[in-house]
């Protein structure tokens, strides 16, 4: 396994390799994340799988670009980083705002994807956690999202049912990202771009159904049942646009089954992928 920093467009990414045997898998985190929420797949899946997990720019250790601000940006620099790392197709797994991404990237290229697994996907539907939409009004947002230990339980709170399902490596990876410098206006102007105090913007999520509706790339969809800032009904709805999808729902588990579930969810990842 190994971590390397891909410049693209003078734009330094970080990401991870596990240089598995099996196919290719790029892997992309939430909002506000970091590669390190892979973690407990490499450890099951590295192996036998090429996992690639990478830090969208902004977050993590990479770079800041103004040009990968919206999801369809983010998926141009996920192919460039692709295109550097020599990988012509890829199966696509994300989570929360990754998994979105996920799905541009399916748009945008599709030739090339194997398949996409969307787990707890953003921008399905216009609902979402109720902080978030609070964040995205001015001065209200600076306050809310301010670096500390309590932006980091905020974080966790919200993002696993059961906290214990916070591993070490994860957490010292969220203290990192919430103490990063410019990362907390980052996380508000990318997440004002998406959400309003109405919701996740409209024209956001109807794009989300448009390209759903005409995916033709093996398409699984998993969320947790108990997630408080995604409902499952969004997932729900997006496998009856997506034809010949597949739908898992897991019973106590929140917004990242990556973590709450790895068990459950590295052996869907192993029956679908290998």
Known sequence: ???????????????????????????????????????????????????IAWDMPGHGLSDE????????????????????????????????????MSLRMADQAPARVDSLVLANSAALGPEVFGAFKLMSLPWLGELMNKPGPTAVAQQIKAIVL???????????????????????????????????????????????????????????????????????????RAHGLCKGSALVRLQDCGHTPQLEQPGVFNELLRQWLL
């Open 1 to 51: 396994m190994t971590d390397s920093f891909v410049v693209i467009n003078s734009v330094r990414i970080r990401c991870r390799d596990s240089g598995g045997d099996g196919p290719a898998v790029l892997m992309t985190h939430g909002i506000g994340e970091s590669l390190e929420f892979w973690h407990r797949q490499f450890d099951d899946l590295g192996p036998s799988l090429r996992l």
């Open 65 to 100: 670009s103004a040009d990968a601000m919206s999801l369809e940006g983010q998926a141009r620099v996920a192919w460039s980083l692709l295109d550097q790392l020599g990988v012509q197709r890829v199966h696509l797994v994300g989570n929360s705002l990754g998994a979105a």
């Open 162 to 236: 059961r906290p214990e399902a916070i591993t070490p490596h994860v957490r010292t990876a969220i203290e990192r990202n919430v103490r990063r410098p410019g990362g907390a206006a980052h996380f508000l102007k990318q997440l004002r771009g998406m959400t309003t105090l109405r919701g996740q913007r409209e024209a956001v999520w109807t794009r989300s159904h448009q390209i759903l509706q005409g995916l033709k790339v093996p398409t699984r969809i998993v969320h947790g049942e108990q997630d408080v800032v995604l409902p499952i009904a969004h997932s729900v």
